[in-house]
Nanobody, 122 residues
Framework: VQLQASGGGLVQAGGSLRLSCAAS????????IGWFRQAPGKEREFVAS????????YYADSVKGRFTISRDNAKNAVYLQMNTLKPEDTAVYSC????????????????WGQGTQVTVSS
């Protein structure tokens, strides 16, 4: 599976962005998909995850209520709608697959896409 994240950019605090994670491969629907982010000088952190069918979603406490993860298996895509963005959301956001299930640990993920930069100005 190959992944590519897109949709990042520069936005003012309080604004919104929608990230996309496009995947290649016919087995896309067999994977949980997770979004992670990494800010300069900080460790990579879990943001959100979604189950195979999209029926289960999980969020980091820091984004709960502001971010929404969704997927469209027909399009081999996962989305991260980010609302009410804060300067502390500034990071490179990456998507990844997990063939086992839900996890907040990045080392449990198999394939990673190239990230997309999100910058939130105050």
């Amino acid at each position: 599976v190959q992944l590519q994240a897109s949709g990042g950019g520069l936005v003012q605090a309080g604004g919104s962005l929608r990230l996309s994670c496009a995947a290649s491969g016919r087995t896309f629907s067999r994977y949980y998909i997770g979004w992670f982010r990494q800010a300069p000088g900080k460790e990579r952190e879990f943001v959100a995850s979604i189950s195979w069918s999209g029926g289960r979603t999980y969020y980091a406490d820091s984004v709960k209520g502001r971010f929404t993860i969704s997927r469209d298996n027909a399009k081999n895509a996962v989305y991260l709608q980010m609302n009410t963005l804060k300067p502390e959301d500034t990071a490179v956001y990456s998507c990844a697959t997990n063939s086992v299930g839900y996890s907040r640990d990045y080392d449990q993920y198999d394939y990673w896409g190239q990230g997309t930069q999100v910058t939130v100005s105050s």
